[in-house]
Each structure stands twice: as C-alpha cells, then as structure tokens.
C-alpha cells in the first residue's frame, strides 16, 4: 500500500502532470512525470475503460502498477508527480514485465 504522502489524488494535480509534464512510453505504459516542491513523490495511476470494461481486472492492473512501485519508490528519492498511464495490451503481460518497465522508468 502506497503512503498518503505518495499518492497524487486531486485532479489538479493530475491536470498539472498532464499539462506540464514530460512522457515517457513503453509498450504498454505510459509515464508522465513532473517535478514538484514537496519532500515525497506522488503518484498517481489511471487504468480506463479501454482496457477492460470489468472493474475487477482494473483494480488488479492497478494493484500490480501499486507493487511495482513501491519497490522502487523505497530506493527513490526524486521529488516529482508522477502519471502512469496503462495501455489495453497491459492485460496480457506478467508481474515481472510490469516491473521490469516500471524498474527502468524509475532508473532514467
């Protein structure tokens, strides 16, 4: 489970990151990052529609993107928003792909 400090929650924030912010893609994820004037990075993640209609599969995408996360967000320390994106082919690909991408996001 992500830290309160650590989730980016209000659409402001996210409409900032998404203005303002640089991408970064993979294969099946979108990062978009934008430096912030706080002492913790924030993160927040957006699993639409498009990849699944069923609510269950999202969350689980989600849960994933969660884990892999805050494996690398312990050994982290840039002070920036960050968006990830999950592209529709994401539901087809392992934990350890899904990490693997966020781990090299996180290393750039």
Known sequence: MLAKLNRLTQKKDFDAVFKKGKS?????????????????PRIGF????????????RNKIKRRLRAAVLTELKKNKKFI???????PSIKNKKFSEI???????FRN
Do not use: M, Q, R
């Open 46 to 57: 957006v699993v639409s529609k498009k990849v699944s209609n069923k609510a269950t599969v």
């Open 24 to 40: 970064l893609k993979s294969s099946f994820l979108i990062f978009k990052e934008l430096k912030n004037n706080l002492k913790e």
């Open 99 to 105: 990490k693997k991408s966020v781990s090299e996001f």
């Open 81 to 87: 928003d960050i968006v990830i994106i999950a592209l």
